[in-house]
Protein backbone atom coordinates (compact mmCIF):
# COMPACT_ATOMS: atom_id res chain seq x y z
CA UNK A 1 0.00 0.00 0.00
CA UNK A 2 1.03 3.41 -1.07
CA UNK A 3 1.35 6.71 0.37
CA UNK A 4 -0.55 9.73 -1.65
CA UNK A 5 1.13 13.30 -1.66
CA UNK A 6 -1.63 15.72 -2.36
CA UNK A 7 -0.89 18.94 -3.37
CA UNK A 8 -1.94 21.58 -6.12
CA UNK A 9 -0.25 24.58 -7.41
CA UNK A 10 -3.38 26.98 -6.82
CA UNK A 11 -1.68 26.90 -3.39
CA UNK A 12 1.01 28.58 -4.32
CA UNK A 13 -1.22 31.32 -5.42
CA UNK A 14 -2.07 32.28 -2.18
CA UNK A 15 0.36 34.42 -0.95
CA UNK A 16 0.33 37.01 2.36
CA UNK A 17 3.41 39.93 0.59
CA UNK A 18 6.76 40.26 0.80
CA UNK A 19 8.59 38.84 4.04
CA UNK A 20 5.53 36.77 4.84
CA UNK A 21 6.85 33.49 6.68
CA UNK A 22 3.74 31.71 5.45
CA UNK A 23 5.29 31.94 1.69
CA UNK A 24 4.23 29.74 -1.36
CA UNK A 25 8.46 28.99 -1.46
CA UNK A 26 7.25 26.84 1.30
CA UNK A 27 5.84 23.85 -1.14
CA UNK A 28 8.50 24.63 -3.14
CA UNK A 29 11.56 23.72 -0.74
CA UNK A 30 9.28 21.05 0.09
CA UNK A 31 9.03 19.70 -3.51
CA UNK A 32 13.00 20.21 -4.28
CA UNK A 33 14.01 18.58 -1.48
CA UNK A 34 11.62 15.37 -1.91
CA UNK A 35 13.27 15.25 -5.20
CA UNK A 36 16.60 15.44 -4.72
CA UNK A 37 16.51 13.08 -1.90
CA UNK A 38 14.65 10.47 -4.42
CA UNK A 39 11.53 10.27 -1.71
CA UNK A 40 9.58 12.19 -4.91
CA UNK A 41 9.54 8.40 -6.50
CA UNK A 42 8.05 6.16 -3.39
CA UNK A 43 5.31 8.45 -3.28
CA UNK A 44 1.64 8.39 -5.42
CA UNK A 45 1.36 12.02 -6.48
CA UNK A 46 -2.18 13.51 -6.55
CA UNK A 47 -3.86 16.43 -7.46
CA UNK A 48 -5.91 17.76 -4.64
CA UNK A 49 -9.36 18.81 -5.49
CA UNK A 50 -12.07 21.54 -4.43
CA UNK A 51 -13.59 21.06 -1.63
CA UNK A 52 -17.36 21.05 -1.57
CA UNK A 53 -19.38 23.23 0.60
CA UNK A 54 -21.03 20.45 2.37
CA UNK A 55 -17.86 18.88 3.84
CA UNK A 56 -17.16 22.70 4.89
CA UNK A 57 -20.20 23.21 6.70
CA UNK A 58 -19.30 20.55 9.05
CA UNK A 59 -16.51 22.42 10.80
CA UNK A 60 -17.79 25.81 9.68
CA UNK A 61 -20.58 27.71 10.42
CA UNK A 62 -23.05 28.66 7.68
CA UNK A 63 -22.55 32.45 7.48
CA UNK A 64 -18.83 32.44 8.34
CA UNK A 65 -18.62 30.17 5.08
CA UNK A 66 -20.36 32.46 3.07
CA UNK A 67 -19.27 35.64 4.08
CA UNK A 68 -15.39 34.53 3.40
CA UNK A 69 -16.61 33.47 -0.06
CA UNK A 70 -18.17 36.90 -0.92
CA UNK A 71 -15.11 38.62 0.80
CA UNK A 72 -12.74 36.65 -0.71
CA UNK A 73 -14.32 36.85 -4.38
CA UNK A 74 -14.27 40.40 -3.70
CA UNK A 75 -10.73 40.77 -3.07
CA UNK A 76 -10.41 38.35 -6.04
CA UNK A 77 -12.20 40.76 -8.59
CA UNK A 78 -10.25 43.94 -7.66
CA UNK A 79 -7.34 42.66 -7.38
CA UNK A 80 -6.71 44.70 -3.80
CA UNK A 81 -5.22 42.19 -1.28
CA UNK A 82 -7.22 42.61 2.07
CA UNK A 83 -5.76 42.10 5.69
CA UNK A 84 -8.13 39.99 8.00
CA UNK A 85 -5.84 40.23 11.14
CA UNK A 86 -2.12 41.63 11.31
CA UNK A 87 -0.51 38.34 10.32
CA UNK A 88 -3.43 36.93 7.47
CA UNK A 89 -3.66 38.60 4.50
CA UNK A 90 -6.66 37.47 1.64
CA UNK A 91 -5.32 37.84 -1.75
CA UNK A 92 -6.24 36.93 -5.46
CA UNK A 93 -5.35 33.46 -5.17
CA UNK A 94 -6.51 32.90 -1.64
CA UNK A 95 -10.16 31.38 -2.23
CA UNK A 96 -8.89 28.75 -4.76
CA UNK A 97 -5.80 28.19 -2.62
CA UNK A 98 -8.10 27.36 0.56
CA UNK A 99 -10.83 25.23 -1.01
CA UNK A 100 -7.98 23.24 -2.61
CA UNK A 101 -6.46 22.92 1.02
CA UNK A 102 -9.45 21.69 2.47
CA UNK A 103 -10.10 19.61 -0.66
CA UNK A 104 -7.19 17.71 -0.32
CA UNK A 105 -7.79 16.78 3.85
CA UNK A 106 -10.80 15.26 2.19
CA UNK A 107 -9.46 13.59 -0.71
CA UNK A 108 -7.53 12.07 0.98
CA UNK A 109 -9.41 10.66 3.64
CA UNK A 110 -11.97 9.11 1.17
CA UNK A 111 -8.91 7.30 -0.73
CA UNK A 112 -7.56 6.46 3.08
CA UNK A 113 -10.94 4.97 4.05
CA UNK A 114 -11.11 3.36 0.20
CA UNK A 115 -8.54 1.55 0.91
CA UNK A 116 -6.69 3.24 -2.77
CA UNK A 117 -3.66 3.77 -0.45
CA UNK A 118 -2.06 3.19 3.25
CA UNK A 119 -1.81 7.15 3.70
CA UNK A 120 -1.17 10.53 2.90
CA UNK A 121 0.29 13.85 3.57
CA UNK A 122 -1.26 16.70 2.03
CA UNK A 123 1.29 19.75 1.22
CA UNK A 124 -0.96 22.45 0.97
CA UNK A 125 -1.45 25.50 2.18
CA UNK A 126 -3.16 28.23 3.70
CA UNK A 127 -3.04 26.00 7.05
CA UNK A 128 -5.85 25.22 9.02
CA UNK A 129 -5.50 24.72 13.11
CA UNK A 130 -5.82 28.20 14.34
CA UNK A 131 -9.14 28.77 11.65
CA UNK A 132 -12.17 28.40 14.41
CA UNK A 133 -15.50 27.53 13.42
CA UNK A 134 -16.74 31.21 12.88
CA UNK A 135 -13.30 33.05 12.00
CA UNK A 136 -10.11 33.02 10.10
CA UNK A 137 -7.11 33.99 11.63
CA UNK A 138 -3.43 33.32 12.22
CA UNK A 139 -2.64 32.41 8.51
CA UNK A 140 -5.60 30.28 8.65
CA UNK A 141 -8.65 30.34 6.36
CA UNK A 142 -10.55 26.63 6.43
CA UNK A 143 -9.37 24.00 9.10
CA UNK A 144 -8.12 21.36 6.66
CA UNK A 145 -8.06 18.82 9.78
CA UNK A 146 -10.99 19.76 11.31
CA UNK A 147 -12.94 19.63 8.38
CA UNK A 148 -11.43 15.87 7.17
CA UNK A 149 -12.10 14.56 10.57
CA UNK A 150 -15.83 15.32 10.69
CA UNK A 151 -16.06 14.07 6.62
CA UNK A 152 -14.58 10.99 8.15
CA UNK A 153 -17.12 10.92 10.94
CA UNK A 154 -20.21 12.89 9.28
CA UNK A 155 -20.28 11.26 6.14
CA UNK A 156 -17.71 8.50 6.20
CA UNK A 157 -19.19 6.73 9.21
CA UNK A 158 -16.32 6.32 11.32
CA UNK A 159 -17.27 6.20 14.98
CA UNK A 160 -13.80 7.38 16.52
CA UNK A 161 -11.00 9.38 15.43
CA UNK A 162 -8.11 11.05 17.02
CA UNK A 163 -6.51 14.38 15.87
CA UNK A 164 -2.91 14.75 16.57
CA UNK A 165 -1.06 18.17 16.58
CA UNK A 166 2.58 18.73 17.24
CA UNK A 167 2.76 22.65 15.60
CA UNK A 168 4.91 24.69 17.88
CA UNK A 169 1.80 26.73 17.90
CA UNK A 170 -2.00 25.32 20.18
CA UNK A 171 -4.37 24.70 17.78
CA UNK A 172 -6.87 26.45 19.31
CA UNK A 173 -9.21 26.46 16.05
CA UNK A 174 -9.21 22.64 15.97
CA UNK A 175 -10.06 23.12 19.63
CA UNK A 176 -13.09 25.34 18.68
CA UNK A 177 -14.33 23.24 15.99
CA UNK A 178 -14.03 19.30 17.77
CA UNK A 179 -14.02 20.45 21.44
CA UNK A 180 -16.97 18.05 23.32
CA UNK A 181 -17.08 15.94 20.35
CA UNK A 182 -16.72 12.55 22.24
CA UNK A 183 -16.16 10.51 18.86
CA UNK A 184 -12.73 12.51 18.66
CA UNK A 185 -9.47 12.76 21.15
CA UNK A 186 -6.94 15.56 20.10
CA UNK A 187 -3.68 15.64 21.44
CA UNK A 188 -1.37 18.39 21.34
CA UNK A 189 1.67 19.65 22.57
CA UNK A 190 2.77 23.19 22.03
CA UNK A 191 4.98 26.28 23.60
CA UNK A 192 3.42 28.04 25.86
CA UNK A 193 2.85 30.98 26.32
CA UNK A 194 2.89 31.63 22.91
CA UNK A 195 0.62 32.79 19.82
CA UNK A 196 -2.43 32.16 20.16
CA UNK A 197 -2.29 31.76 23.89
CA UNK A 198 -4.66 29.27 24.64
CA UNK A 199 -5.04 25.97 25.28
CA UNK A 200 -4.46 26.02 28.72
CA UNK A 201 -6.93 24.24 30.21
CA UNK A 202 -8.55 22.96 27.79
CA UNK A 203 -11.40 23.49 26.44
CA UNK A 204 -13.37 20.16 26.87
CA UNK A 205 -11.77 16.36 28.24
CA UNK A 206 -11.91 14.77 24.19
CA UNK A 207 -8.52 17.43 24.43
CA UNK A 208 -5.30 16.23 25.89
CA UNK A 209 -2.66 19.26 25.64
CA UNK A 210 0.59 19.40 26.45
CA UNK A 211 1.91 23.40 26.92
CA UNK A 212 5.84 23.56 27.47
CA UNK A 213 7.84 26.50 28.12
CA UNK A 214 10.42 28.07 25.69
CA UNK A 215 13.31 25.83 25.19
CA UNK A 216 12.49 22.67 25.35
CA UNK A 217 14.02 20.29 23.24
CA UNK A 218 13.53 16.53 21.90
CA UNK A 219 14.10 14.60 24.45
CA UNK A 220 12.21 16.07 27.35
CA UNK A 221 9.49 16.27 24.68
CA UNK A 222 9.46 12.70 23.26
CA UNK A 223 9.05 12.22 26.81
CA UNK A 224 6.08 13.76 27.32
CA UNK A 225 4.23 12.37 24.39
CA UNK A 226 5.19 8.67 25.34
CA UNK A 227 4.04 9.44 28.74
CA UNK A 228 0.75 11.57 28.07
CA UNK A 229 -0.32 11.32 24.59
CA UNK A 230 0.28 7.26 24.07
CA UNK A 231 -1.68 6.03 26.67
CA UNK A 232 -4.28 8.03 26.10
CA UNK A 233 -4.21 7.27 22.21
CA UNK A 234 -4.41 3.82 22.76
CA UNK A 235 -7.36 3.82 24.99
CA UNK A 236 -9.04 5.63 22.72
CA UNK A 237 -8.18 3.20 19.66
CA UNK A 238 -8.95 5.61 16.86
CA UNK A 239 -10.27 3.99 13.65
CA UNK A 240 -8.23 6.52 11.88
CA UNK A 241 -5.49 10.01 12.81
CA UNK A 242 -5.17 13.16 11.35
CA UNK A 243 -2.24 15.17 11.91
CA UNK A 244 -1.79 18.57 11.84
CA UNK A 245 2.01 18.21 10.97
CA UNK A 246 3.43 21.56 11.81
CA UNK A 247 7.38 21.78 11.66
CA UNK A 248 7.87 25.10 13.25
CA UNK A 249 9.11 23.58 16.86
CA UNK A 250 11.69 22.75 14.81
CA UNK A 251 15.52 24.23 16.62
CA UNK A 252 16.23 26.56 13.44
CA UNK A 253 12.47 27.75 13.22
CA UNK A 254 12.78 31.31 14.31
CA UNK A 255 8.31 31.55 15.24
CA UNK A 256 8.75 29.25 17.95
CA UNK A 257 11.33 28.73 20.48
CA UNK A 258 11.59 24.90 21.18
CA UNK A 259 14.58 22.23 19.86
CA UNK A 260 13.34 19.73 17.69
CA UNK A 261 15.09 17.88 14.66
CA UNK A 262 14.61 15.99 12.11
CA UNK A 263 14.99 12.93 14.40
CA UNK A 264 12.35 13.86 16.55
CA UNK A 265 10.01 14.28 13.86
CA UNK A 266 10.45 11.04 12.77
CA UNK A 267 10.13 9.46 16.39
CA UNK A 268 6.97 11.22 16.60
CA UNK A 269 5.79 9.91 13.61
CA UNK A 270 6.50 6.44 14.37
CA UNK A 271 4.81 6.87 17.51
CA UNK A 272 1.30 7.72 15.26
CA UNK A 273 1.63 5.51 13.10
CA UNK A 274 2.44 2.40 15.36
CA UNK A 275 -0.99 3.51 16.40
CA UNK A 276 -2.62 4.13 13.74
CA UNK A 277 -0.98 0.38 12.68
CA UNK A 278 -2.81 -1.36 15.81
CA UNK A 279 -5.95 0.17 16.21
CA UNK A 280 -6.71 1.90 12.50
CA UNK A 281 -5.72 -0.53 10.16
CA UNK A 282 -2.83 2.40 9.63
CA UNK A 283 -5.35 5.06 8.73
CA UNK A 284 -3.44 8.05 8.87
CA UNK A 285 -3.75 11.68 6.68
CA UNK A 286 -1.36 14.47 7.43
CA UNK A 287 -2.06 17.99 6.90
CA UNK A 288 0.95 20.63 6.87
CA UNK A 289 0.20 23.41 9.03
CA UNK A 290 3.26 25.77 10.23
CA UNK A 291 7.32 25.37 9.27
CA UNK A 292 8.65 28.34 8.12
CA UNK A 293 12.55 27.89 8.01
CA UNK A 294 12.44 26.32 4.31
CA UNK A 295 15.46 24.01 4.98
CA UNK A 296 14.65 22.46 8.23
CA UNK A 297 10.88 22.13 6.55
CA UNK A 298 11.71 20.34 4.07
CA UNK A 299 13.84 17.92 5.82
CA UNK A 300 11.48 17.74 8.43
CA UNK A 301 9.04 16.68 5.70
CA UNK A 302 10.98 14.46 4.40
CA UNK A 303 11.69 12.62 7.72
CA UNK A 304 7.90 12.67 8.84
CA UNK A 305 7.19 10.70 4.73
CA UNK A 306 10.13 7.77 5.16
CA UNK A 307 8.45 6.74 8.25
CA UNK A 308 4.70 7.01 6.84
CA UNK A 309 5.95 5.57 3.09
CA UNK A 310 8.13 3.20 5.29
CA UNK A 311 11.44 4.17 2.98
CA UNK A 312 14.65 3.30 4.40
CA UNK A 313 16.77 5.75 2.61
ZN1 LIG B 1 2.56 27.10 13.98
Known amino acids: MSTAFYSHSDCRGHDMGPGHPECPQR???????????????????????????ADLEHAHASLYIAELKNLLEQVCASGRPRA?????????????AALRAAGAAV??????????????FCAVRPPGHHATRDAAMGFCFFNNVAVAARHALDVRGLKRV???DFDVHHGNGTEDILAGDD????????QHPLYPHSGVPPLAGNMLNIPVPPYTYGPEIREMIAEQWLPRLEGFA?????????FDAHRDDDLGQLGLVEADYEWITRQIKAV????AKGRIVSCLEGGYNLGALARSVASHLRVLAEVDH
Open 183 to 190: RVLMVGIF
Open 162 to 164: AVV
Open 238 to 246: PQMIFVSAG
Open 84 to 96: IDPDTVACAGTWR
Open 27 to 53: LDAIADHLISTGLDVALDHRDAPIVAM
Open 107 to 120: AATDAVIDGEIENA
Open 276 to 279: ADRH
